[in-house]
C-alpha cells in the first residue's frame, strides 16, 4: 500500500523542504507546496487530488498555520486517513487584514469558516513577543468559540507533537483539548516540556524564516522533541 503525503508550512511562507527530503528517503511520495499565508485560503486547493492518483492513502503533515489546514482537512476531506500537526491549534484563526479588519484563515468549498477574532489592542510585552497569551486572551473573549472549533472528532487518525515552551501559540493545550475532544479516536501526542515552536526532525535543519517574534525551546530540546517524535511519524505513515 502507497501513501502520499502532503506537508503544509507555516506562517513563515517557506515550504519545509528538509522534511520532505527525508520523508522521500524512507520512499514515501511527498508533495511540499508553497501556500500563500493571508486570509481565505481556499483548503480544497491543496495538492489532495495530485497524491490521490499516485497512493492508496494520504496523510497531512502540518506545522502551527499548516497544522490548522491540515487537521482541517483531515476533517473535511474523507480522503485523509490521518494527520501529523506539529505545534497543533485546535481552531480557526482570523487574519488582520491592513485595514484592521478580520477575515477567516480558511475557506472550504468556496464558504469561509468560522473563526476566532483577535483582539487586536493586545501587545506583547516581550521583545521579541511572544503571542501565546495573545491567543489566550482572544479565546476568552471571543463571544462564541464553539462555532470556531476544528471538528477534530472527525479526523480517522491524528499524531500531534507540541512543545512546553512553545512561545508562539499554546499548542499543549490545544493538542490536550483536542485529545479530550477525540475522546477514544486513534490519538497520540507527544510533548517535550522544553522543546518551542519550531520541532527539529532527525537529519533536519532548523528553519529560520519568519517574521521576528519569540519561538521559545532551545535547539537541543527542538531536536530532542524531533527524535522522540520520529518513530511515532513513521509509525502513522505505515498505517
Same mark, same amino acid.
Given at each position: ?23 522521500? &528517503?524512507?520512499?514515501? =511520495? %511527498? ?9 481565505? /485560503?481556499? +483548503?480544497? !486547493? ?95 473573549? &471571543?463571544?462564541?468559540? =464553539? %462555532? ?9 487518525? /491524528?499524531? +500531534?507533537? !507540541? ?77
Amino acid at each position: 500500500m502507497s501513501t502520499g503525503v502532503l506537508i503544509l508550512h507555516g506562517s513563515s511562507g517557506v515550504p519545509d523542504l528538509d522534511r520532505a527530503r527525508i520523508l522521500e &528517503a524512507e520512499g514515501y =511520495d %511527498v508533495l511540499a507546496p508553497a501556500w500563500p499565508v493571508r486570509s481565505e /485560503v481556499a +483548503l480544497e !486547493a491543496f495538492p489532495l487530488d495530485e497524491l490521490e492518483d499516485n497512493n492508496d492513502r494520504i496523510v497531512v503533515i502540518g506545522s502551527s498555520w499548516g497544522a490548522e489546514a491540515a487537521l482541517l482537512l483531515g476533517a473535511l476531506d474523507e480522503r485523509v486517513s490521518a494527520v501529523v500537526a506539529f505545534a497543533p491549534g485546535a481552531y480557526i484563526w482570523g487574519r488582520v487584514e491592513e485595514d484592521g479588519s478580520q477575515r477567516s484563515a480558511w475557506t472550504w468549498r468556496g464558504v469561509p469558516l468560522p473563526f476566532v477574532p483577535f483582539d487586536t489592542d493586545w501587545q506583547s510585552t516581550d521583545d521579541p513577543p511572544s503571542y501565546t497569551e495573545m491567543y489566550r486572551h482572544s479565546l476568552r473573549i &471571543a463571544p462564541d468559540v =464553539d %462555532v470556531a472549533r476544528i471538528p477534530v472528532e472527525q479526523i480517522k487518525d /491524528v499524531l +500531534l507533537i !507540541a512543545g512546553g515552551d512553545d512561545k508562539v501559540w499554546p499548542s499543549v493545550d490545544f493538542a490536550e483539548e483536542i485529545i479530550r475532544r477525540r475522546g477514544s479516536l486513534p490519538t497520540r501526542l507527544v510533548v517535550g516540556p522544553e522543546a518551542g515552536h519550531r520541532v527539529v526532525l532527525p537529519g533536519e535543519t532548523p528553519k529560520t524564516a519568519g517574521q521576528s517574534m519569540a519561538r521559545g525551546g532551545t535547539d537541543a530540546a527542538n531536536r530532542e522533541l524531533g527524535e522522540r517524535a520520529w518513530p511515532e511519524i513513521l509509525n502513522v505513515l505505515a498505517g
